[in-house]
């Protein structure tokens, strides 16, 4: 047994392996162990060649391990080999139950830390040129689950609805004809809405259109999970700012610059 386990959780960005900070690169070179879930980019693993790469990965309707069974191994690890890290998609407070994780390890005496990381809800959309807020068009966002833990459409897409805010829903995909009826029936059936599959991935794929045509555009595209729902006025910029996004990918990336910034 080590004399100091240690959990640390790590968000790994939303996808692009070049999305990740400094400090969670830093992070793997010192994992013992890192247990690793289904939606970050496998490329980062690399940071860590001294560490065992376990996948925990959870998708929809099938569970490899239940997060009891993932908590147990946390601190199963942490006592047998020291540093574990815990990489999770995204950040790992948002609908990424790394709170929950770290309180099972805290309670069975690890230390532990957290490492945030860039959040897909709006990394994402960025990624394809919307603003989640635009003055003079929506001072606030939402960003809510599109499933519960009951397997519900969340209570809050009502409610979000009512708002002129923009409108993010994660994990909503299953859920689309429910949300596009709430929104109908709030009257707003020309609001626009983009949605973005593997955002910021080499396999990212969009659609966009309004609530009223978006079921079709999906239907059209063949998108599916993951992805990411955005509603709002702001979807229109997509179009305005593309051009501008393609010029800034032209330009060469550098391609050291992960390995420069976590030296």
Do not use: C
Not at 18 to 40: G, Q, R
Not at 54 to 77: A, M, P, T, W
Not at 221 to 230: F, S, Y
């Amino acid at each position: 047994m080590y004399n100091s386990p240690k959990l640390t959780v790590v968000g790994a960005g939303p996808g692009d392996p070049e999305l990740i900070t400094v400090k969670a690169l830093n992070t793997l070179k010192s994992a013992s162990v890192i247990l690793y879930d289904a939606l970050i980019n496998r490329d980062l693993l690399e940071y860590a060649p001294q560490a065992e790469h376990i996948f925990v990965g959870k998708r929809k309707d099938k569970h490899r391990f239940s997060q009891d069974e993932i908590n147990e191994l946390i601190v199963k690890y942490a006592l047998e080999r020291g540093h574990v890290v815990r990489l999770k998609g995204g950040d790992p407070f948002i609908f990424g139950r790394g709170s929950e994780e770290i309180n099972f390890a805290r309670k069975n005496g690890l230390e532990t830390a957290v490492v945030s990381g860039i959040t897909s809800s709006i990394a994402v959309p960025a990624n394809v040129g919307i603003p989640l807020t635009q003055r003079g068009t929506s001072e606030s966002f939402w960003v809510i689950t599109g499933t519960t833990s009951q397997k519900n459409l969340s209570n809050d897409v009502r409610l979000a609805a009512q708002s002129t805010a923009t409108v993010v829903i994660l994990m909503g995909m299953g859920k689309l004809p429910e949300i596009v009826e709430v929104f109908k029936g709030f009257g707003k059936q020309d609001i626009p809405v983009g949605i973005i599959q593997n955002g910021t991935t080499v396999n990212e794929r969009s659609g966009f259109g309004t609530i009223e045509s978006i079921e079709k555009v999906v239907s059209e595209k063949q998108l599916g999970a993951p992805a990411i729902i955005v509603i709002g006025e702001v979807v229109n910029e997509a179009n305005a700012l593309q051009k501008v996004f393609q010029n800034v990918k032209s330009i060469p990336k550098q391609s050291n610059f992960i390995n420069a910034g976590a030296a």
